[in-house]
């Protein structure tokens, strides 16, 4: 895998591939019961775990079924999340996007920092036309950063993931291509 075309930088965030040198700073936040709350998923437990995501996120490259981006802090080098695609559909032209952030980074502007970086990145390198967002109704954070940043709220989708013993109702957002160009003209 070529990392050097995964490289992403915004004012004070570096979005790069995941190395199993970041097990453990992933392993403080991926371990943390209130971020891995929405995500369907338990919290993580040991390093092992967070090897299994990297493997994760390389696969999706592989594959040319998403992309995952570490999101680092340019001062430090220190990986704080992750923000990028996966259930990409090439011939339909859209991909669902997720992401996760270490709970004390909450709150100051990082994860609409990163997702509007690969948002951006979606649109002008994959030829995406629509970028989808699924979201747990209660994760009221989320669907607060998905509105911010130009998502539509299209309809809850009943029942519709399996996890952690329940089925999930889902609420379905999305953002076209021609919708970043509105709310990129109404932010100048």
């Known amino acids: 895998m070529d990392t050097k075309l995964l490289e992403l930088t915004t004012k004070r965030l570096y979005l790069r591939a995941a190395n199993p040198s970041d097990a453990e700073d992933m392993l403080r936040y991926l371990s943390d019961p209130e971020v891995m709350k929405h995500t369907g998923m338990e919290p993580f437990e040991t390093t092992e775990d967070v090897l299994d995501e990297i493997k994760w996120y ?6 040319d079924s998403g992309i995952r981006w570490g999101i680092t802090l340019k ?4 990986m704080i999340g992750s923000c ?32 509007q970086a690969v948002v951006r990145y979606g649109f002008s390198h994959l030829g995406l036309e629509r970028i989808e967002a699924l979201i747990e109704p209660d994760n009221t954070a989320s669907l607060r950063l998905i509105e911010k940043n130009g998502f539509l709220k299209e309809g809850l989708l009943r029942h519709y993931e399996y996890g952690r013993g329940r089925f999930d109702d889902l609420y379905m957002y999305s953002i076209l291509k021609e919708d ?3 709310v990129e003209e109404g932010s100048a």
């Open 58 to 63: 390389h696969s999706l490259v592989k594959e």
């Open 180 to 182: 970043l160009a509105f």
């Open 84 to 115: 990028g695609f996966h259930n990409r559909e090439p011939k339909h032209f859209r991909a669902e996007i997720g992401y996760e952030l270490s709970r004390e980074y909450w709150g100051k502007g990082i994860a609409s920092e990163a997702l």
């Open 75 to 78: 001062e430090t080098g220190k």
